[in-house]
């Protein structure tokens, strides 16, 4: 299957779009499995909705994810540290940068080290290290490695240290978003840039306004969803996102079976209330 090739040229019946988190929400927390979302995920094909992955996962990881999913719309990376648009040749992707390079980031990350914080990232970490705290493959675990726009990274200090280093990393135009399993070091992009980008990208192409669905599930999501037009929060593992929005949703269950269920619902409501009127 050719995923480069860019679909969803001629705009929906209905002009939304889907912007999705993945670990913990379409994917499931522990099985990395989308299969409880399989209806939803149809659904949204028969109908031509774009179905926008925007995660902490790398651009290796996305290609592979998507390969799987067979999805061929556009995708945000780590973090919305970067944009990728297929082409409409079908032959690779349009690429928005929106970050620090990771080796800038590496490097404040070692100055800081060296000013006492304590810390392990990714870099720090072997494949197999990775595989065993995420739960990914090896073969996965290195794709999560090949990094472009952030440093996710389990924090080893105290409370008080975190909130030092976050004013340490703010110093160098950076910040640090705290996710499911770990924390982001990323520049001043956020998935909700990610969002944005992809709304005005289907805006130009269809040549009208675009209404944008969002799931999410953690504090790395907040942004996003709160710039969506609509909102639907996963239940998180520990606790579930306290999320203020107008049109707010909350699953009722977790992972993709919460998504698959509040989704097809939001879609249901949408569509009648477009009929109706």
Same mark, same amino acid.
């Given at each position: 299957?050719?995923?480069?090739?860019?679909?969803?040229?001629?705009?929906?019946?209905?002009?939304?779009?889907?912007?999705?988190?993945?670990?913990?929400?379409?994917?499931?927390?522990?099985?990395?499995?989308?299969?409880?979302?399989?209806?939803?995920?149809?659904?949204?094909?028969?109908?031509?909705?774009?179905?926008?992955?925007?995660?902490?996962?790398?651009?290796?990881?996305? #290609?592979?994810?998507?390969?799987?999913?067979?999805?061929?719309?556009?995708?945000?990376?780590?973090?919305?540290?970067?944009?990728?648009?297929?082409?409409?040749?079908?032959?690779?992707?349009?690429?928005?940068?929106?970050?620090?390079?990771?080796?800038?980031? #590496?490097?404040?990350?070692?100055?800081?080290?060296?000013?006492?914080?304590?810390?392990?990232?990714?870099?720090?970490?072997?494949?197999?290290?990775?595989?065993?705290?995420?739960?990914?493959?090896?073969?996965?675990?290195?794709?999560?490695?090949?990094?472009?726009?952030?440093?996710?990274?389990?924090?080893?200090?105290?409370?008080?240290?975190?909130?030092?280093?976050?004013?340490?990393?703010?110093?160098?135009?950076?910040?640090?978003?705290?996710?499911?399993?770990?924390?982001?070091?990323?520049?001043?992009?956020?998935?909700?840039?990610?969002?944005?980008?992809?709304?005005?990208?289907?805006?130009?192409?269809?040549?009208?306004?675009?209404?944008?669905?969002?799931?999410?599930?953690?504090?790395?999501?907040?942004?996003?969803?709160?710039?969506?037009?609509?909102?639907?929060?996963?239940?998180?593992?520990?606790?579930?996102?306290?999320?203020?929005?107008?049109? #707010?949703?909350?699953?009722?269950?977790?992972?993709?079976?919460?998504?698959?269920?509040?989704?097809?619902?939001?879609?249901?409501?949408?569509?009648?209330?477009?009929?109706?009127?």
């Amino acid at each position: 299957m050719n995923t480069a090739a860019h679909p969803n040229t001629t705009p929906p019946q209905h002009p939304l779009i889907v912007v999705t988190d993945l670990d913990g929400c379409l994917l499931d927390h522990h099985s990395y499995s989308a299969q409880a979302a399989e209806k939803a995920l149809k659904t949204l094909k028969s109908l031509n909705i774009p179905c926008v992955f925007n995660s902490s996962k790398t651009y290796g990881e996305m #290609l592979a994810l998507r390969e799987k999913l067979n999805n061929p719309d556009p995708f945000v990376c780590e973090n919305g540290g970067a944009i990728f648009i297929p082409k409409s040749n079908g032959h690779g992707y349009n690429s928005e940068i929106l970050h620090s390079s990771y080796l800038a980031i #590496l490097k404040v990350l070692h100055s800081l080290r060296q000013q006492g914080f304590q810390f392990r990232g990714f870099n720090d970490m072997t494949a197999t290290e990775v595989a065993a705290l995420t739960g990914l493959s090896v073969e996965d675990a290195h794709l999560a490695k090949q990094r472009s726009a952030s440093e996710p990274l389990l924090w080893t200090g105290s409370d008080e240290q975190l909130t030092d280093f976050r004013r340490a990393l703010a110093m160098h135009n950076l910040r640090l978003l705290s996710g499911g399993r770990f924390h982001h070091v990323m520049g001043p992009n956020d998935k909700a840039h990610g969002l944005e980008f992809c709304r005005h990208h289907y805006q130009t192409l269809w040549q009208q306004p675009v209404r944008v669905i969002a799931l999410g599930d953690g504090e790395n999501d907040r942004a996003m969803l709160s710039a969506a037009d609509f909102a639907i929060v996963i239940p998180g593992i520990k606790s579930t996102l306290d999320l203020q929005h107008p049109q #707010l949703r909350i699953a009722s269950k977790a992972g993709p079976a919460g998504w698959n269920e509040t989704l097809l619902s939001l879609l249901d409501d949408l569509f009648k209330e477009a009929h109706s009127g």
